[in-house]
């Protein structure tokens, strides 16, 4: 069985940092993309960061934290990093850790999320 376990949320104010980790325990399939989702209250989840473990780990961001959030893995530790600085008031949300497989099943997995919270 799967679990994420995140950690790192919490309060910044506007223009700090945060670092978000997500460890998995149990069985992943090697072939995977582990991302960062977020929703904010009275919004749908987003995609903010995605990381695949092929492509020599190639990235994807959202427009919105390009040049303040970096997204990044250790394979070893079946862990993924989101590395958050310049934080704004609008990057308040609750952040879910995500690891699709991309093998023939395509199992998905979901953290728990993690509050962060930007005060202005």
């Known amino acids: 069985q799967v679990q994420l376990v995140e950690s790192g949320g919490g309060l910044v104010q506007a223009g700090g940092s945060l670092r978000l980790s997500c460890a998995a325990s149990?069985?992943?399939?090697?072939?995977?993309?582990m991302g960062w989702y977020r929703q904010a209250p009275g919004k749908q989840r987003e995609l903010v960061a995605r990381?695949?473990?092929?492509?020599?780990?190639?990235?994807n961001y959202a427009d919105s934290v390009k040049g303040r959030f970096t997204i990044s893995r250790d394979n070893a530790k079946n862990t993924v990093y989101l590395q958050m600085n310049s934080l704004k008031p609008e990057d308040t949300a609750v952040y879910y850790c995500?690891?699709?497989?991309?093998?023939?099943?395509?199992?998905?997995?979901w953290g728990q999320g993690t509050q962060v919270t930007v005060s202005s």
């Open positions: 990381i695949f473990s092929t492509s020599g780990g190639s990235t």
């Open positions: 149990g069985s992943i399939f090697s072939i995977n993309v």
């Open positions: 995500n690891i699709l497989e991309l093998g023939r099943s395509r199992a998905n997995y």
